[in-house]
Every structure is written in structure tokens, then in C-alpha cells.
């Protein structure tokens, strides 16, 4: 090959038409091995990234709605029972008195029951709600951990029935009077307040011993009338017996069931019929129930469990343990620290008086002040479950002024 042919062959072969289908018949090859693998882990890393990123926005954005939730149910709870208290004419207590009342609520089939060890708060008239005061350093008013309760039981004025409004037929004789109206009221945990035949949903997810969800139930009696009231109507000398028909008349239109002597201790004499004669009720009669509900209207589902809290106790084999940070019980304690032995008149209730274990579980209540303006302190401790799982929590504290006459 002479020098001519050389140089014409090197030409050629780096001509760009040459170097382009050297490019093609490369790029026709494929990637590496190597290539393929680094490609694809950095694909996985950045999905993994995305994903991860995703999931805790996720988590976190359920949690704090969840704690937005249980802020909302707690809040208009026990504002709930404020509104009620404000219409309070007697406030029951865990006494002889009290528990007598609180045995006479009637329960029908399949109507959620109080948990056990429920109890009503015991009213100390020179107490105090605050903790800081105890009888160590405050001997006239102190607060006593052992008389918080888990229940509120009370009478409303529900309101007042005039025989002249409601259009009673009344002999000349006889003038047209005003009647008190009442109900009574009771709020306690239940933990089996789902519909008739349905399971109670289980707080399982990430503790240690299942347990059933906690509600607060409303239970509302039906309507009672102020015996003394209609009692003292009826012995009026012009009133005729066609008048006390009238009258019973109307008040049954208006869903009266039964009369009702308020202030009366023994609750076997405190009821009778509505009728002429305003015979007595029988001994076993139970206090007539209009409507039962849910305080706080959430609905469990398999995605959020919501609940009122159950103890919290440090040590996680515990029969009581709730994994949660807020102290649960707050204020109930079986044996407070300090040495009230010296108070005259001892404390009530006396120490050990409620059980060791659940109780009072995430709903205190504490009655203390005279009787003309009794101050009712109610704590509550709610929980929900999302199902990552994580527990959210929410602690709300609310006083509120009754009489009790």
C-alpha cells in the first residue's frame, strides 16, 4: 500500500459519517451490567425516600387529627354536663341516701350498664378542689383525694307546667297554679355501648391487655311533677275532682309519668301515681327512663378507636396498665401522703374506701361547697387509637357551679 492509499484510508475512517456509525453500532449495545444496577439502586433509594416521606406525613397528619378529636369531644362533654348542672336542684352522693336513689334507675334490655367499681363523688361542704391545700397545712379546707367519684347522679328542673298556658279546664272555683317539672340525670362509664347484639370494639393495638372502649352515657329519666306542689292544688278546698282530672289529664299529655317528692331520703316513699288520690308507688319501683346516649357522639371504627382512658400505671404486667403519658388517676388516691388522723371532723369518705385497682379510671369528679353553690369539678382523660398504631391523648378539666336544695 503506497502513501497515497494510506492517508486515503485514515481519512475515511475518521470522517464523521464513520464516527456516527461507530456512535450507533455502540449505543446498540445496551448498558453495562454496572450501569443497569447503579440505575436501579438509586431509583429504589429515591421511591424508598418518597414513600417514607409519605407514610409519617400520613402518620402524623391521622395523629393530630385524632388529638383535634378527642379535643373537640372532651371539650363539649363536659360542657354537656355544665348545662345540666346549672338546672340542678339536689345533688345525690355515694352515701346511704345516694346509693338508695342511684339502685331505683332502671335499665332496659340491651341499654348500656354502668363498668363496675362506679361510683358517685362524696360532697365535703368545706372542701376544696385545689390539691395544693391539704390538711397539713390547710386544717379547715382541704382537698381529700378518697371522696372523688366516677359519676355524676342529680335532679333538674326541667322546667314548669301552668295550667293556665297548657289550657287546663278548671271550675270557677278553682285558680290555676304552676307545677315544678323534673328529671333526674346520671353520668357513668360504660364499656358496652354498642348496639344491642353487637360486639363492644376492643382498645387492642399495641397494649398489652385488650381492652373494651370506655363511653360516658347520658342517661335522662322521664318527667316527673313536684308532689308537695300538685298535693297542696289538690287539697285546695275549691278544687273539685273533675279539676284534678284535668290536671292529670294535661300532665300526662305533657309525658309526666309519676309524681315525685323532692327531699324525701327514703326513695321507697318518695314516688307516687298520678292520679286523684296521689297513692304511693310500690317499693319496687324504678325510676322510668326517657332516653339513654353516647356523651361524646364519636363512632369506633377499625381505623380510629376512640375511649375514655383507663388507669395509667408504670408497671406493664399491671392489670391497670394504659400506655399513655397523662397521669390517670389525677386526683383519686386511696391513701393520700399527708396525716389527717388529727382532723376533727375526720374526712369523708375514710381512706380504702373505693377499690384498689380501675378506679376511678379517665372521668374524676369532685363536689365541694355549700349546699346554696356547690362547686363540681370534673376531669377527663380521652384516648384514641389510629391504626399505625399510635395512641393520641387529650386531658380537659372543667368546674361547674350547682345548688343543691
Same mark, same amino acid.
Given at each position: 500500500?503506497?502513501?497515497?492509499?494510506?492517508?486515503?484510508?485514515?481519512?475515511?475512517?475518521?470522517?464523521?459519517?464513520?464516527?456516527?456509525?461507530?456512535?450507533?453500532?455502540?449505543?446498540?449495545?445496551?448498558?453495562?451490567?454496572?450501569?443497569? @444496577?447503579?440505575?436501579?439502586?438509586?431509583?429504589?433509594?429515591? @421511591?424508598?425516600?418518597?414513600?417514607?416521606?409519605?407514610?409519617?406525613?400520613?402518620?402524623?397528619?391521622?395523629?393530630?387529627?385524632?388529638?383535634?378529636? @378527642?379535643?373537640?369531644?372532651?371539650?363539649?362533654?363536659?360542657?354537656?354536663?355544665?348545662?345540666?348542672?346549672?338546672?340542678?336542684?339536689?345533688?345525690?352522693?355515694?352515701?346511704?341516701?345516694?346509693?338508695?336513689?342511684?339502685?331505683?334507675?332502671?335499665?332496659?334490655?340491651?341499654?348500656?350498664?354502668?363498668?363496675?367499681?362506679?361510683?358517685?363523688?362524696?360532697?365535703?361542704?368545706?372542701?376544696?378542689?385545689?390539691?395544693?391545700?391539704?390538711?397539713?397545712?390547710?386544717?379547715?379546707?382541704?382537698?381529700?383525694?378518697?371522696?372523688?367519684?366516677?359519676?355524676?347522679?342529680?335532679?333538674?328542673? &326541667?322546667?314548669?307546667?301552668?295550667?293556665?298556658?297548657?289550657?287546663?279546664?278548671?271550675?270557677?272555683?278553682?285558680?290555676?297554679?304552676?307545677?315544678?317539672?323534673?328529671?333526674?340525670?346520671?353520668?357513668?362509664?360504660?364499656?358496652?355501648?354498642?348496639?344491642?347484639?353487637?360486639?363492644?370494639?376492643?382498645?387492642?393495638?399495641?397494649?398489652?391487655?385488650?381492652?373494651?372502649?370506655?363511653?360516658?352515657?347520658?342517661?335522662?329519666?322521664?318527667?316527673?311533677?313536684?308532689?308537695?306542689?300538685?298535693?297542696?292544688?289538690?287539697?285546695?278546698?275549691?278544687?273539685?275532682?273533675?279539676?284534678?282530672?284535668?290536671?292529670?289529664?294535661?300532665?300526662?299529655?305533657?309525658?309526666?309519668?309519676?309524681?315525685?317528692?323532692?327531699? &324525701?331520703?327514703?326513695?321507697?316513699?318518695?314516688?307516687?301515681?298520678?292520679?286523684?288520690?296521689?297513692?304511693?308507688?310500690?317499693?319496687?319501683?324504678?325510676?322510668?327512663?326517657?332516653?339513654?346516649?353516647?356523651?361524646?357522639?364519636?363512632?369506633?371504627?377499625?381505623?380510629?378507636?376512640?375511649?375514655?382512658?383507663?388507669?395509667?400505671?408504670?408497671?406493664?404486667?399491671?392489670?391497670?396498665?394504659?400506655?399513655?403519658?397523662?397521669?390517670?388517676?389525677?386526683?383519686?388516691?386511696?391513701?393520700?401522703?399527708?396525716?389527717?388522723?388529727?382532723?376533727?371532723?375526720?374526712?369523708?369518705?375514710?381512706?380504702?374506701?373505693?377499690?384498689?385497682?380501675?378506679?376511678?379510671?379517665?372521668?374524676?369528679?369532685?363536689?365541694?361547697?355549700?349546699?346554696?353553690?356547690?362547686?363540681? +369539678?370534673? +376531669?377527663?382523660?380521652?384516648?384514641?387509637?389510629?391504626? +399505625?398504631?399510635?395512641?393520641?391523648?387529650?386531658? +380537659?378539666?372543667?368546674?361547674?357551679?350547682?345548688?343543691?336544695?
Amino acid at each position: 500500500m503506497n502513501l497515497r492509499e494510506r492517508a486515503t484510508r485514515i481519512m475515511m475512517s475518521t470522517s464523521p459519517l464513520n464516527a456516527e456509525r461507530d456512535a450507533c453500532r455502540r449505543s446498540n449495545q445496551g448498558f453495562s451490567l454496572v450501569e443497569a @444496577l447503579i440505575a436501579i439502586t438509586i431509583t429504589l433509594t429515591i @421511591l424508598s425516600l418518597v414513600m417514607s416521606f409519605a407514610f409519617q406525613s400520613w402518620r402524623n397528619q391521622s395523629f393530630v387529627a385524632t388529638q383535634s378529636q @378527642l379535643k373537640q369531644h372532651a371539650e363539649s362533654g363536659l360542657f354537656k354536663i355544665s348545662n345540666k348542672l346549672a338546672e340542678a336542684k339536689i345533688l345525690f352522693e355515694e352515701d346511704t341516701e345516694g346509693t338508695a336513689y342511684r339502685n331505683k334507675i332502671a335499665f332496659a334490655a340491651g341499654q348500656p350498664t354502668p363498668v363496675a367499681n362506679t361510683y358517685l363523688p362524696t360532697i365535703r361542704g368545706s372542701g376544696s378542689v385545689y390539691q395544693e391545700r391539704n390538711c397539713e397545712a390547710d386544717a379547715q379546707q382541704f382537698f381529700w383525694a378518697p371522696s372523688v367519684g366516677n359519676s355524676l347522679f342529680f335532679t333538674t328542673l &326541667e322546667g314548669i307546667f301552668d295550667m293556665e298556658v297548657s289550657n287546663v279546664s278548671l271550675s270557677a272555683t278553682a285558680l290555676p297554679q304552676v307545677l315544678d317539672l323534673y328529671r333526674f340525670k346520671y353520668y357513668y362509664l360504660s364499656d358496652n355501648y354498642s348496639p344491642p347484639g353487637g360486639q363492644p370494639i376492643n382498645i387492642s393495638r399495641n397494649i398489652l391487655s385488650p381492652r373494651p372502649a370506655l363511653q360516658i352515657m347520658d342517661w335522662t329519666s322521664a318527667l316527673y311533677v313536684d308532689y308537695d306542689q300538685l298535693k297542696s292544688f289538690f287539697d285546695l278546698p275549691g278544687v273539685t275532682s273533675s279539676d284534678k282530672s284535668a290536671v292529670i289529664s294535661k300532665l300526662s299529655e305533657a309525658n309526666v309519668v309519676a309524681v315525685w317528692k323532692k327531699g &324525701e331520703a327514703n326513695p321507697n316513699q318518695a314516688f307516687f301515681n298520678l292520679n286523684a288520690a296521689l297513692s304511693s308507688k310500690a317499693g319496687s319501683y324504678r325510676i322510668q327512663n326517657a332516653q339513654i346516649t353516647k356523651l361524646m357522639p364519636w363512632t369506633n371504627s377499625s381505623s380510629t378507636i376512640y375511649s375514655v382512658a383507663y388507669n395509667r400505671d408504670v408497671v406493664e404486667g399491671s392489670p391497670t396498665f394504659f400506655k399513655i403519658k397523662s397521669q390517670v388517676p389525677m386526683f383519686f388516691d386511696n391513701e393520700p401522703p399527708e396525716d389527717c388522723g388529727t382532723i376533727n371532723p375526720a374526712p369523708e369518705p375514710p381512706v380504702n374506701s373505693r377499690p384498689d385497682t380501675d378506679y376511678p379510671l379517665g372521668f374524676e369528679v369532685a363536689i365541694v361547697g355549700p349546699n346554696s353553690g356547690r362547686t363540681v +369539678h370534673m +376531669h377527663l382523660t380521652l384516648v384514641g387509637q389510629t391504626n +399505625h398504631p399510635q395512641i393520641a391523648e387529650h386531658v +380537659h378539666s372543667l368546674s361547674a357551679y350547682a345548688r343543691d336544695l
